[in-house]
């Protein structure tokens, strides 16, 4: 199973961004897909969680400027990045789940300048 992460990329306090991430190397659904960040010196946080029925939560933090999708049968899953903020800059991980495994992605990293 692979995760292949993309869409990271330098950008201005206030711009946009979209993330995606492609699974692929199994067979079925991915139940539950996400994205995480780690900062500099801080641990792995949520970002964003979509599970397969459509129902999503996000951290306080980005509620509001961040939308998680995903596309089921392109088994891909994106993250819509609005009105970014300097904080916002990490390295971005997603996440899948599926047939009771959770699998990563290797990473893009986002840096917001102000």
């Known amino acids: 199973v692979q995760l292949q992460a993309s869409g990271g990329g330098l950008v201005q306090a206030g711009g946009s961004l979209r993330l995606s991430c492609a699974a692929s190397?199994?067979?079925?659904?991915?139940?539950?897909m996400g994205w995480y960040r780690q900062a500099p010196g801080k641990e792995r946080e949520l970002v964003a969680r979509?599970?397969?029925?459509?129902?999503?939560n996000y951290a306080d933090s980005v509620k509001g400027r961040f939308t998680i999708s995903r596309d089921i049968r392109k088994k891909m899953w994106y993250l819509q990045m609005a009105d970014l903020k300097p904080e916002d800059t990490a390295v971005y991980y997603c996440k899948g789940s599926m047939r009771g495994y959770h699998y990563w992605g290797q990473g893009t990293l986002v840096t917001v300048s102000s």
């Open positions: 190397g199994f067979t079925g659904s991915v139940v539950a």
């Open positions: 979509i599970i397969i029925s459509g129902e999503a």
